[in-house]
């Protein structure tokens, strides 16, 4: 998926396109969409809602004593579950215990919705709480609400809806609270758990509630999310574990002023950490920023779908974190519609642990694991329902977005590559102008990176490092890449914003376009594995991208075959020159099924085929001028393909040759069929060039015309 917008070298903005290039991304976009039938998925949906004013800030945590308490009954089993407490740590519980028998609450839901004013503390005794008043279906009136229904099946509720029925899709629901803290009182995060038991979308929720801090505590196991915080300005989630949801663990949406720290995700079908629809506070800027509107930091992400996603993840920091063990580390997109913030921007990666995220969960759906309740799937047991289509084996995907930096962190151990970076055009995210098509993949910057060695200097390489569909403009690199498609890539200079060699490509190279499209047309809902894709196991001659070289090479040998029997076979540099097609037209086959490492293989397959119609047009020259003329043009495309894929990006060129040569490859076919199909003979063997006479052979009566007095036949 390949599109781009005009951006300023450095700094922010969007100056206007020129009609060529607006014309061009037109055409391109109509070419394009006829390979994007299927809808586009909605990654989060929910009610519109529009971004915090900014007015907010962090909150502080309190280590002040509690307003109000929640505990269980069982005291036994609470004395059990703190005897191994530090001293002091179980004295405090057993004081707050003996405070709660009396005065205190038994369901955390109790207790938030007795908060009655700013800058109040709830603490929760360790314990397990399934919040059974909340639990049963809704009743009456509940049970009636009049609501658009998303693609998943759950009503798109508005907040007056959600506060008048907080347990449709909450099992603790906070609306409308400031400065609220909840914190569990245990030794570890696993003293207190809140468990959906899978009966509700969020574990927690916590709506239009700004300056809200939760601590020390584990959220688990419902079909959406264990911990949302939405349209908040002010939060911090500070040594929280979600796991074992069908989508995300933690997932912040329209926020501001936010802060994680110190958590812990696993076990969930989309991401483990997901600030989707950050504020967008940095839209048009270059890489200097006054502020981030989330910061991520000392968290593990790992056994998910995605350690960390994004659509529109805007200014975030995410750094000293780990993501690893999942499918892929971490990803930023513009991909899905209904997100504010698009495209995404201003992400800003550092000092991360990004390693060996090989998962591969498709098989679950594919043997209709995914397809059963929740509950049977066996999430505890390290099933993962993968929601959305993804490349497994990958370090860093960026799929549509602009402005990001990626700096000094550690990349490793993936079987695919470290770095993967595509375009997303504006319609698959629902805008239809084509001013926006062309807006993302821009001014992403990779720079001083460890790449295929862990931090102790051990050897830990990645299939390839970088994967690049090549489209968009200012995108740079750091020096040495162990591996890359394509061959060589723009290099950041010194300064931010300096780029060496940058590209311009207002679309990606034709066969990771495919790939792309083909690949993104999944659903676990409809046990959809697209066939031919290798994100789901299509291997050597099943991958898409084989039968594309296979029924390219079908159609050029047999042309190639026919035309140098009709025309060449007399001649021996047109015989030698398709000796070299036809040993290009193998690597190039051979060259796709090698889809998982960076190989010259391609670039070589074209460099021979490039120059089989050097000798081809060099042939055809004497007898047909002008399709000779062609096929040399043709030639010149293929090899100037082969040093673009292998040697240096053309500069500031707004097409990839590839497609050029493939519309040229087309007109010659045609041409060469006909060329072939009229009578003739083949060129004499005394005459490599071919035979002078044209297609009729010289009567022993009429003299041989000349070239000078022979008439081009096109």
Request: proline share 7%.
């Amino acid at each position: 998926m390949s599109w781009t917008r005009r951006f300023p070298a450095v700094s922010g903005g969007t100056p206007g396109r020129s009609l060529g290039e607006t014309l061009l991304a037109a055409l391109l976009l109509a070419l394009l969409s006829l390979f994007a039938a299927a809808p586009a998925a909605r990654a989060h949906e929910e009610r519109p809602v529009t971004l915090p004013d900014g007015s907010g800030s962090v909150p502080e945590y309190r280590r002040a004593e509690p307003d109000l308490v929640v505990c269980k009954t069982d005291r036994p089993a609470f004395e059990r579950r703190i005897s191994a407490f530090p001293e002091e740590l179980r004295q405090r519980n057993l004081a707050l215990y003996e405070r709660c028998e009396k005065s205190g609450y038994r369901h955390l839901q109790e207790a938030v919705d007795a908060v009655d004013r700013p800058g109040m503390n709830i603490a929760i005794l360790p314990g397990l709480y399934e919040e059974e008043p909340s639990l049963p279906k809704p009743t009456g009136e509940c049970a009636e609400l009049k609501a658009p229904n998303s693609s998943l099946g759950y009503q798109i509720l508005t907040y007056e809806q959600q506060v008048r029925c907080r347990h449709n899709q909450n099992l603790v629901a906070i609306l409308g609270k400031t400065n609220l803290q909840i914190e569990g009182t245990g030794a570890t995060r696993l003293d207190v758990v809140i468990d959906a038991k899978y009966q509700k979308l969020n574990a927690l929720r916590a709506d239009k509630s700004n300056g809200i801090y939760f601590r020390n505590f584990t959220a688990q196991r419902t079909t959406f999310n264990s911990l949302y915080v939405l349209a908040g300005d002010g939060f911090v989630i500070d040594d929280v574990l979600t796991r074992w949801n069908d989508e995300y663990g933690f997932l912040t949406f329209a926020s501001d002023h936010g802060l994680y720290k110190n958590c812990e995700s696993y076990g969930n079908g989309d991401s483990g950490i997901y600030p989707g629809s950050a504020s967008n506070i940095n839209d048009g800027r270059g890489y200097d920023v006054p502020r981030y509107s989330i910061e991520i930091t000392g968290c593990r992400s790992h056994h998910n779908m995605v350690g960390y996603s994004g659509t529109a993840g805007d200014s975030v920091w995410v750094h000293d974190n780990e993501f690893d063990q999942n499918m892929g580390g971490a990803s930023m997109d513009s991909a899905f519609p209904g997100h504010p913030g698009l495209p995404q921007n201003h992400a800003k990666f550092e000092r991360n642990l990004i390693h060996d995220n090989n998962q591969d969960y498709y098989g679950y759906v594919a043997d209709g694991t995914c397809a059963k309740p929740p509950i049977e799937r066996g999430y505890e047991r390290g099933v993962v329902c993968p929601q959305i289509s993804m490349p497994p084996g990958t370090g860093i995907i960026t799929a549509g977005g602009n402005w990001n930096l990626y700096e000094n962190n550690w990349v490793y151990g993936h079987k695919r590559a470290g770095f993967f970076l595509s375009a997303v055009p504006a319609f698959i995210r629902g805008e239809e102008a084509w001013s926006k098509q062309a807006d993302t993949s821009h001014h992403n910057r990779y720079a001083g990176n460890v790449l295929g060695k862990d931090k102790s200097g051990a050897a830990r390489p990645n299939g390839m490092d970088v994967w690049w569909d090549g489209q968009g403009r200012g995108n740079c690199w750091q020096d040495g890449p162990d591996g890359s498609t394509p061959g060589t890539l723009p290099q950041c200079g010194g300064a931010r914003g300096e780029v060496s060699g940058a590209s311009a490509r207002l679309v990606g190279e034709p066969a990771k376009l495919v790939q792309l499209l083909v690949c993104a047309d999944y659903s676990v809902q409809a046990r959809k594995l697209p066939a031919g894709c290798d994100w789901y196991g299509a291997r050597g001659l099943e991958r898409v991208e084989t039968q594309i070289a296979l029924a390219v090479a079908g159609v050029l040998l047999l042309v190639g075959g026919v035309l140098w029997w009709r025309r060449l076979r007399r001649s021996r540099l047109g015989t030698a020159a398709s000796l070299l097609g036809l040993a290009g037209l193998a690597l190039d086959v051979a060259g796709s099924t090698t889809g998982l490492v960076a190989t010259p293989i391609p670039a070589l397959a074209l460099t021979l085929l490039g120059l089989w119609w050097t000798g081809v047009g060099l042939a055809l020259r004497p007898t047909r001028p002008w399709l000779a003329r062609l096929t040399l043009l043709l030639a010149g495309l293929t090899l100037l393909d082969a040093f673009d894929k292998a040697v240096l990006m053309i500069p500031w060129s707004p097409l990839s040759p590839a497609w050029i040569r493939a519309l040229v490859a087309v007109i010659w076919v045609l041409w060469a069929v006909i060329a072939s199909a009229r009578p003739g003979t083949p060129a004499r063997p005394a005459d490599p060039g071919g035979d002078p006479a044209g297609d009729r052979a010289p009567t022993p009566d009429a003299p041989t015309p000349s070239l000078t007095t022979a008439e081009p036949t096109p």
